[in-house]
């Protein structure tokens, strides 16, 4: 390469290494988005409802709680997309884990007359055998990807079907009822939102500093060059999927205790709204790129639009529809970086 070559091409590199300087990093870009949705349904309450929707403190509270479980879940969600998988299996196993849950924690006459030896027990075993329960649904999901190379759209289907039929199957579909203080108590107050935050935190270092988060990034992104490279692919998804279960039956402990009963139906779409929490928070479905942190705005965006729908009185359809409308976007603007990425 002459001289002249050399002079021309340098300034085109610096320039695109400018360009990569003053990249916003996707965190602040999904933050600005959380923003700018605020301030709209701000301005729209004034307008059409004569009331803030930012200064209502209980509305913001309720509004936190709510997505709290759908934010454990997108934890879990977070680390099986990161490895170029899928997970619809959450939101029943959500509800498999509060009915087995529950039904450990109940206190009422009638059920000490009914199962006698499964009443009155320490709320520490009806947490371990919700959580177990969440475990064993995430190792059979990662077992059947790893071992038999089904998709994880089937394998984890399959779970879901599955895992709904046992809620309905345990209790013949009647609600379990009158569950202990101890149990309900993590459900009260602001214990859900400091256990979702909690998870988010241990999860977010677990990605970003250990050896966990490299391997799950590798696999991500290149699945062969990671098996080459010495990693043993399909334990580490066994490790993945059972952490997402288990994730899952921790949200169901936390929704059963909120309801302070157990029901079958609990988690429906669960599982789309923490995959919608963590497209929207950055996580790219082609797998290999996504944070916690992007994770959390998220879930709060989600949180926001639903609650902004409500305080605007807009029926719960428009709501649906909208939400399916913003994972379509984000789906989109993830393909755009990507083709970017690629280009650069």
């Not at 990161?82 to 009638?110: E, K, N």
């Not at 089937?154 to 009822?177: C, D, E």
């Not at 692919?233 to 279960?245: P, S």
């Not at 288990?246 to 139906?265: D, E, K, N, P």
């Amino acid at each position: 390469m002459s001289s002249e070559q050399v002079s021309e091409l340098l300034p085109r590199v610096a320039a695109q290494a400018t360009r990569r300087r003053r990249r916003i990093p996707p965190e602040i870009s999904i933050l600005l988005v959380l923003v700018g949705i605020a301030l709209a349904f701000e301005l729209l309450g004034w307008m059409f409802v004569g009331q803030s929707f930012l200064l209502n403190k209980q509305r913001l509270v309720v509004m936190i709680l709510q997505v709290s479980v759908v934010g454990i879940i997108a934890v879990g969600v977070t680390q099986v997309i990161i490895t170029g998988g899928i997970d619809l299996s959450s939101g029943s196993v959500v509800g498999m884990t509060a009915m087995m849950a529950a039904s450990l924690a109940q206190t009422s006459d009638f059920a000490r007359a009914v199962y006698p030896a499964l009443t009155d027990l320490p709320v520490v075993v009806p947490i371990a055998v919700g959580l177990l329960a969440g475990l064993a649904a995430g190792l059979v999901n990662g077992s059947l990807i790893a071992y038999t190379g089904i998709p994880p759209f089937i394998a984890t289907l399959g779970m879901m079907v599955t895992a709904r039929g046992i809620a309905k199957w345990y209790t013949r579909g009647q609600p379990v009822s009158m569950l202990s203080d101890s149990y309900a108590f993590l459900g009260t107050g602001a214990n859900p939102v400091i256990i979702f935050l909690g998870v988010a935190i241990i999860f977010h270092i677990a990605l970003r500093y250990t050896r966990y988060g490299k391997f799950t990034y590798a696999i991500g992104a290149n699945v062969q060059a990671a098996r080459v490279s010495g990693i043993n692919v399909g334990r580490h998804l066994i490790w993945v999927y059972a952490i997402a279960g288990l994730l899952s039956g921790l949200a169901g402990i936390v929704t059963s205790a909120r309801a302070i009963s157990g029901q079958a139906g609990m988690g429906v779409m669960y599982e789309l709204d923490a995959i919608a929490a963590t497209v929207i928070g950055g996580t790219s479905l082609s797998g290999g790129v996504g944070r916690m942190t992007g994770t959390v705005v998220g879930t709060i965006i989600l949180g926001v639009v639903t609650s902004g729908f409500t305080f605007l009185r807009i029926d719960a359809y428009y709501q649906e529809i909208v939400k399916g409308m913003i994972i379509v976007a984000a789906v989109i603007a993830d393909q755009y970086r990507q083709r970017k990425r690629g280009r650069g």
